[in-house]
């Protein structure tokens, strides 16, 4: 157990709809970082925040944005859903901006 | 941006074996890990690895920074071992920014019995 949680597990919706994928980092974590995997792209770095505020960004949607909150958790929100917006999205988060990354266990999105 | 590539795509091997897999990377970086994904989707950090080599159980991990390599080792294989190892790499230089990391498309190792 990595320390990192993920909610929900499982996720099943239909195109165009909209979604809130959550994580709570590590006790101590400042930094969350959001990843997709797909059979098609592998895994895919999307966003980082650190302590509140957006710090790199890397292969997100503009359908999709991300925030984190005072408590540090944070949600990445997908919408217009489409079919290849299915995946597994993988939080994970570290200490500081940088360092070791620890990975939660993935909310499966199915998008029908 | 930085690419990573791994080496074998593809790997099968009996019980007690040994394997190295291999991760060669494009540009220099300051971030390196070594996960495990297993059957469950389970993204397991293995090592932390910029430079250096580490060691832990059967598990040990080389990188070879000035040559963009890295290696990792696995010793008396189990079939606890089976799935895909991936290697990941930070990179000042890369587009997603210093400390979002880029992939590799992993190797899938199977341990038969």
């Known amino acids: 157990d990595s320390g990192v949680t993920q909610t929900p597990k499982h996720l099943i919706t239909a195109t165009g709809q909209r979604v809130t994928l959550r994580c709570s980092p590590r006790?101590?974590?400042?930094?969350v970082y959001w990843y997709q995997q797909s059979l098609d792209q592998g895994l895919q770095f999307l966003i980082q925040y650190y302590n509140g505020e957006e710090r790199a960004k890397g292969n997100i949607l503009e359908r999709f944005s991300a925030q984190q909150f005072p408590d540090l958790h944070s949600e990445l929100n997908l919408s217009s859903l489409e079919l290849g917006d299915s995946a597994l999205y993988f939080c994970a988060s570290s200490e500081l901006a940088w360092g070791t990354q620890y990975f939660g266990p993935g909310t499966r999105l199915l998008v029908l | 941006g930085i690419q990573v590539e791994q080496s074998p795509p593809d790997l099968i091997l009996q019980e007690g074996a040994n394997s190295t897999l291999r991760c060669n990377f494009s540009?220099?970086?300051?971030?390196l890990q070594w996960f495990h994904q297993n059957p469950w989707g389970q993204l397991i950090n293995l090592f932390y690895i910029p430079s250096g080599t580490k060691q832990n159980g059967r598990l040990s991990a080389t990188t070879v920074a000035t040559e963009r390599y890295s290696l990792l080792y696995i010793s008396s294989s189990q079939t606890t071992d089976s799935g895909v190892y991936f290697c990941a790499v930070g990179s000042p230089n890369s587009g997603g920014g210093a400390d979002g990391l880029t992939f590799g498309k992993g190797t899938h190792l199977i341990i038969q019995p």
């Open positions: 006790s101590g974590d400042l930094s």
């Open positions: 540009d220099s970086v300051n971030n």
